[in-house]
């Protein structure tokens, strides 16, 4: 396969390389007997194929409306049932506005972390002296997934497209903590960025999702943290600084992507004045990723990925601020591989993850787990249209840290499995969906193991526009 690029090889190599060098993330907040602390149709069986893919995970500053800059994935919908978001013209450039409205009912027979409702993908104890319910549950309707994107792109004398990207959503938290709090919603900052763009280079710098963030499970329940996060998927948006060169032949494509982005540790100092292990020198978060995609005879279409991530870890904070308690290690390099893919044809759909690593708690990966925790694990989904509205969703989630490194860094949650049935009606603009998830996950707490179930039982209603 020869591609347009006569530099295209080596730029896919030097990702792999970047790829497969001994990765490491971050540890973040540690986490407790009571859970964790709170921290479009998806790529529909017509369209599960890399070029939207790409679009997701790397998002140029081009003003189509076929393009965004937000994670995850089955947020979005089909080119073919994308309604042009509202779009205003100011000088040379243009002044893109979308986003959609989500409600959510939900019913729960345990609690959940990071948090009910939305933030809800694996069960935690009802408190540190009981462990699994005894016939008691909770309803609830959660708006937090709504989201509002701003994009603004102007045309450069030199040839480069120049822009910007904001977005937003309701998950800043609660208004006190009175009566009516739960229902005002905070607002909160996602990412914000610049972008630079010519031809198939595309730059991004400032407050972006990593690189983990290429593909997620269909839901319309859980799209801020989608089925299986904090667990079995991960990702965040740090500030940064994001390369993509895009290569093209036939109806492939290769998008190679490198990005280094902030530091950041859950102490020993300040999460939110620089001065965690994570703040102290120069300790970024380096990563590399290559997306392939391609169609296949008889209309089939596919996608796959390989990524990896590292920074080296020091749990000293800055300004002779000590270690937080006695860590089993004072320094590690943590890391993480990520592979994927997605394979399409007809009305059958399939895509999944698998990673394997240790200390992506920053990335929101294993529980949110401090420490240099080895894990591995992953997700697979399988959809079927059986008509041109209305889809079925299977999905099955795991995670495995390994025990000793848990108790030795004062976790408590172990292997983690989660089945996920989804029947949705989806419109493009307008869409419903009933989903069912069934939780079984292993707790630890005290020497003693135990078994957590839960299930969670949403109704979801989005409007896109």
Known sequence: MKFKKSSSLLGIVSALALASMPFAALAGTPVTAQGVQPVKKALAVSTANLENMVLLADNTSSPSAKKSHDFPAHAQIAPSAKKEPFAIKVGRGTLTINGFLSVVGFWQDQPYG?????????????????INNTGDSITGGDVRNSRLMVNFSEPLSNGWLAGGFLSSDLEGGFNGSGIVSGQQQNPRLRQMFITLSKGNTSIKIGQQVTLTAVQFPYSLAHMPEPDGFFWANGTWWYPGVTVT????????????????????????????????????GFKPQIEGRVIFSGKAVGGSSWSAFIMGHYQSINLNGPFGIPAAGTPPKMSY??????????????????????QSGQGMANNLFDYIQSGAIKFYGGWVQAGFHFQPDWAVYAGYYYNHPNATDVVAWGGHFLTGRAYIATLAYDLGSYGLALEWMHNNQRYTAGGVESTITGNQVTLSAIYRF
């Open 245 to 280: 060169q895009t290569y093209h032949s036939g109806s492939s494509t290769v998008a190679v992507t490198g990005g280094i982005f902030q530091g950041s540790y859950a102490g020993p100092g300040s999460t939110t004045n620089y001065t965690t292990a994570g703040n102290a």
């Open 333 to 354: 390099s943590s890391d993480m591989v990520e592979a994927g893919g997605s394979f399409t044809h007809g009305p059958f759909v399939v895509k999944g993850n698998v």
């Open 114 to 130: 990071a948090a009910n409702g939305v933030f809800g993908t694996f069960p935690v104890p009802v408190s540190a002296t009981q």
